[in-house]
């Protein structure tokens, strides 16, 4: 079998097609995200978000509105609860965050046990990238060109509130608005990414391409490239593995992208375990040899 027709073969059935499609919006919108969250240190926000958005994905299933709809109803309603939860009480944002979206998300497990369905609903927890029809194909799409074209159009303003929040609000921003923004853009970017890997994983395409981006360049600017174009890559990488393997495609898009990240990782030349090592031999053997 020739390089090309293990290419093309999987383009030949409609749902391969689909499904390169939703990988390729999710994998860039999350890889463009998740170059704020990696910078802001917001991880678990992003695990938060993503889990508690299950008992507003069964809901709407139950009501038959698009599951859309309902994730992202729920994804705002936990940034809301975490942030009132962090205002009111004494508990610290890490364990507001804790609190809110274990409870949430075992309130989905729960409607998920108890509500009959033809459809298997546990797919909303791993993913169903073979089954994405075409109308949650141009909710993925929509949803990602929204979130995309804001981060795209207040990247600036974002980026200084990453680096320095009182300087931001020093020249007239709104600090607090830019971070409920860039919440209510999580909110949805795990909407789009929930189509493609499921709840459990979409954290891991919310944080791993940025994660490896950092390694790879200290400019902000540089990591916006990089890390949605080794999500696309991998997402295709994770797809086509696979079509060819027969296993579940979710979680090889995601074991794409941590395999790539352990390379970084190890060899990255500037901070990888390994090759910032290899790099200092390299240059004492420069300097030992004789002039």
Not at 103 to 116: E, Q
């Amino acid at each position: 079998m020739t390089l090309l027709t293990l290419l093309t073969e999987p383009l030949s059935y409609e749902f391969m097609l689909r499904a390169l499609a939703t990988t390729a919006i999710a994998s860039v919108v999350c890889g463009v995200l998740s170059c704020w969250l990696v910078l802001i240190g917001w991880s678990l926000m992003g695990d938060a978000v993503s889990h508690s958005v299950l008992p507003g994905i069964v809901i709407a299933h139950v009501l038959g509105l698009p599951l859309a709809i309902g994730a992202a109803v729920f994804g705002f309603l936990a940034v809301a609860l975490i942030g009132v939860v962090r205002s009111t009480s004494r508990v610290k944002e890490d364990a507001a965050i804790g609190v809110v979206f274990t409870t949430l998300f075992a309130l989905g497990l729960v409607l998920i046990s108890v509500t009959p369905s033809q459809t298997d609903l546990g797919h909303v927890l791993f993913g169903n990238l073979l089954g994405v029809s075409r109308t949650d194909l141009v909710g993925v799409l929509v949803l990602g060109a929204a979130v995309l074209a804001v981060l795209l159009l207040k990247r600036r303003d974002l980026t200084l509130y990453a680096f320095d929040p009182g300087h931001a609000h020093t020249i007239g921003l709104n600090p607090a608005f830019l971070g409920g923004l860039l919440l209510g853009l999580l909110a949805l970017t795990a909407v789009v990414a929930l189509q493609a890997v499921g709840v459990v994983l979409v954290v891991a395409m919310l944080i791993i391409p940025g994660a490896t981006a950092y390694l790879l360049t200290d400019r902000f600017q540089t990591m916006l490239l990089i890390a949605p174009a080794l999500a696309l890559l991998c997402g295709l990488v994770g797809v086509y593995g696979s079509y060819y393997l027969d296993t579940s495609t979710g979680p090889m898009v995601v074991l794409a992208q941590g395999s790539v990240f352990a390379l970084v990782y190890l060899f990255s030349p500037r901070r990888g375990l390994i090759g910032t090592r290899l790099s200092a031999r390299r240059r004492r053997l420069a300097l030992s040899r004789p002039a």
